[in-house]
């Protein structure tokens, strides 16, 4: 049974999509899908299995291969199977195509080759398109009731999925949704290496309508470390070492060319752009835009004119106007929430509007994951509860797949990298291709602009261009102290040192 606050979040994210009343969004998520599929296909089955998973995050009664599919309100058809029931929705999947539409569609075949990354990927589209059919119309997507997608157009053409692989030492920054749907993918996908995972949350029911791994065992308990105890089983090559705290504040780290390699799945665009800030040599990253969309970017230092985190989520008019609104809501000022996590002087004074949360339980969480939390439960007191939405299961699992692909494909094929550093992609329609693009850093990014990071990234991580120990050890003091703050007070590091 799903859980009653993720239930909520659902049920507020479709009807603020959809502008349809909250009652009548539940009567629409409280529905029963009947899922088939062709048992004699391997590559079906597993599609079958994580759609099942997927959808029981997002509608309330799923079902596997029922007797019959009158009583439902959806029937899905896998594989061609030769079936007398009524379907509303069929799949077909092989080796490197996945067809969805209303249409009755002929059994795939040949599938035997395929990786479960590949089936994961198929029930992310497909649960889409159930859900098109669910919601109808009124859902903000293309309306184009079929849907193919080529396998080359997310792996290319000689990925490997079973080839194990080096991660070396790579940093998780968030165990939200994102950070499970990566952590799961990247478990289909035969890593070795060490994985740390940081984040300061804990797991709350708003969080199990998109968090892949997590349930409701999981509650009140830190993110990074369940997802750590999730993942050990199943990435036996990998060590996961789980951190309680922001990885700008992780104890172990030590200033300079420590954070060689790093995920990003973090909540806020500020997250993200003061994440830049800590100088990673290699940064994958995957954000969701509501429901319609997710980005993938990448950069890798030197930068040589390309885009970091800042240049891509730079701060704009709707981001400082929705910081507004949340330090409103909530009861704290705007410079509480540019320190992105709840002080607890702020908690002090958000307990004081709000009686039924304390500062313990409030104090270290992120604004925007409390604004959310809230927003759910519907307790905020505010004129307009303008929700940060939290997009259903599909979406942020599909983004996190995407990203698990891409940092396979990136490190063990490091001669394509280059070709794209950022790319838009929709849960409802086929990833396209020429939508790749090579972004140029931004006129006035805070982090490229900086007289001091311009040249400090770099210097850490070219081998060709490494600054002198003498250089770096008068910047070790300064980096200290501000680790996760602006990168303007860095100045005191002078360019011309860096030379």
């Given at each position: 049974?799903?859980?009653?606050?993720?239930?909520?979040?659902?049920?507020?994210?479709?009807a603020?999509?959809?502008?349809?009343?909250?009652?009548?969004?539940?009567?629409?998520?409280?529905?029963?899908?009947?899922?088939?599929?062709?048992e004699?296909?391997?590559?079906?089955?597993?599609?079958?299995?994580?759609?099942?998973?997927?959808?029981?995050?997002?509608?309330?009664?799923?079902?596997?291969?029922?007797?019959?599919?009158?009583?439902?309100?959806?029937?899905?058809k896998?594989?061609g199977?030769?079936?007398?029931?009524?379907?509303?929705?069929?799949?077909?999947?092989?080796?490197?195509?996945?067809?969805?539409?209303?249409?009755?569609?002929?059994?795939?075949?040949?599938?035997?080759?395929?990786?479960?990354?590949?089936?994961?990927?198929?029930?992310?589209?497909?649960?889409?398109?159930?859900?098109?059919?669910?919601?109808?119309?009124?859902?903000?997507?293309?309306?184009?009731?079929?849907?193919?997608?080529r396998?080359?157009?997310?792996?290319?053409?000689?990925?490997?999925?079973?080839?194990?692989?080096?991660?070396?030492?790579t940093?998780?920054?968030?165990?939200?949704?994102?950070?499970?749907?990566?952590?799961?993918?990247?478990?289909?996908?035969?890593?070795?290496g060490?994985?740390?995972?940081?984040?300061?949350?804990?797991?709350?029911?708003?969080?199990l309508?998109?968090c892949?791994?997590?349930?409701?065992?999981?509650?009140?308990?830190?993110?990074?470390?369940?997802?750590?105890?999730?993942?050990?089983?199943?990435?036996?090559?990998?060590?996961?070492?789980?951190?309680?705290?922001?990885?700008?504040?992780?104890?172990?780290?030590?200033d300079?060319?420590w954070?060689?390699?790093?995920?990003?799945?973090?909540?806020?665009?500020?997250?993200?752009?003061?994440?830049?800030?800590?100088?990673?040599?290699?940064?994958?990253?995957?954000?969701?835009?509501?429901?319609?969309?997710?980005?993938?970017?990448?950069?890798?230092?030197?930068?040589?004119?390309?885009?970091?985190?800042?240049?891509?989520?730079?701060?704009?008019?709707?981001?400082?106007?929705?910081?507004?609104?949340?330090?409103?809501?909530?009861?704290?000022?705007?410079?509480?929430?540019?320190?992105?996590?709840?002080?607890?002087?702020?908690?002090?004074?958000?307990?004081?509007?709000?009686a039924?949360?304390?500062?313990?339980?409030?104090?270290?969480?992120?604004?925007?994951?409390?604004?959310?939390q809230?927003?759910?439960?519907?307790?905020?007191?505010a004129?307009?509860?303008?929700?940060?939405?939290?997009?259903?299961?599909?979406?942020?699992?599909?983004?996190?797949?995407?990203?698990?692909?891409?940092?396979?494909r990136?490190?063990?094929?490091?001669?394509?990298?280059?070709?794209?550093?950022?790319?838009?992609?929709?849960?409802?329609?086929?990833?396209?291709?020429?939508?790749?693009?090579?972004?140029?850093?931004?006129?006035?990014?805070?982090?490229?602009?900086?007289?001091?990071?311009?040249?400090?990234?770099p210097?850490?991580?070219?081998?060709?261009?490494?600054?002198?120990a003498?250089?770096?050890?008068?910047?070790?003091?300064?980096?200290?102290?501000?680790?996760?703050?602006?990168?303007?007070?860095?100045?005191?590091?002078?360019?011309?040192?860096?030379?």
């Amino acid at each position: 049974m799903m859980n009653e606050q993720a239930f909520k979040e659902n049920i507020k994210t479709l009807a603020q999509l959809v502008g349809l009343e909250e009652r009548e969004a539940a009567s629409l998520l409280d529905s029963k899908i009947a899922v088939f599929a062709n048992e004699s296909d391997r590559l079906s089955c597993e599609l079958a299995d994580f759609l099942v998973l997927l959808l029981r995050r997002t509608v309330t009664g799923v079902y596997r291969n029922p007797a019959a599919s009158d009583d439902f309100d959806v029937s899905v058809k896998i594989g061609g199977i030769a079936r007398e029931q009524r379907a509303d929705v069929f799949v077909a999947i092989s080796d490197t195509c996945l067809i969805i539409g209303r249409d009755e569609l002929e059994a795939s075949g040949g599938s035997a080759g395929s990786s479960p990354i590949w089936a994961l990927t198929g029930a992310c589209y497909s649960a889409a398109q159930v859900m098109k059919f669910l919601v109808g119309e009124a859902l903000p997507v293309p309306a184009d009731g079929s849907l193919t997608v080529r396998a080359a157009d997310i792996f290319g053409n000689s990925f490997d999925a079973g080839e194990p692989f080096d991660i070396g030492t790579t940093w998780l920054a968030g165990a939200g949704a994102i950070g499970n749907a990566f952590v799961y993918a990247l478990s289909l996908l035969n890593p070795y290496g060490v994985l740390h995972i940081a984040d300061p949350d804990r797991v709350d029911g708003g969080n199990l309508n998109r968090c892949i791994c997590f349930c409701d065992d999981d509650l009140l308990h830190n993110k990074a470390e369940r997802l750590a105890e999730w993942a050990a089983p199943r990435m036996p090559s990998v060590k996961l070492i789980p951190h309680s705290k922001v990885l700008a504040k992780v104890p172990e780290c030590t200033d300079g060319a420590w954070l060689q390699r790093m995920v990003v799945a973090v909540d806020s665009r500020l997250a993200r752009r003061n994440l830049q800030n800590e100088l990673p040599g290699e940064v994958f990253d995957a954000s969701t835009t509501d429901i319609r969309e997710f980005v993938l970017h990448f950069n890798r230092q030197p930068l040589k004119g390309s885009a970091c985190l800042s240049c891509i989520y730079f701060n704009d008019a709707a981001e400082d106007a929705h910081s507004i609104h949340v330090a409103e809501a909530l009861g704290v000022d705007i410079k509480d929430i540019r320190q992105q996590f709840v002080s607890a002087s702020a908690a002090a004074k958000i307990a004081a509007k709000y009686a039924y949360v304390t500062v313990e339980e409030i104090k270290g969480l992120a604004y925007d994951t409390l604004f959310k939390q809230m927003c759910g439960e519907g307790k905020l007191v505010a004129s307009e509860d303008r929700q940060v939405f939290a997009p259903f299961a599909f979406v942020s699992v599909l983004a996190g797949v995407f990203l698990a692909i891409e940092f396979k494909r990136r490190l063990t094929n490091p001669a394509g990298e280059n070709t794209y550093n950022y790319w838009k992609v929709s849960p409802w329609s086929a990833p396209v291709s020429r939508g790749k693009r090579m972004r140029r850093a931004r006129p006035g990014c805070q982090h490229c602009s900086d007289p001091v990071l311009g040249k400090l990234g770099p210097a850490l991580w070219d081998e060709t261009n490494r600054i002198s120990a003498q250089t770096f050890s008068r910047s070790v003091p300064i980096m200290r102290e501000v680790r996760g703050v602006s990168a303007s007070r860095m100045t005191e590091v002078h360019p011309e040192d860096l030379k």
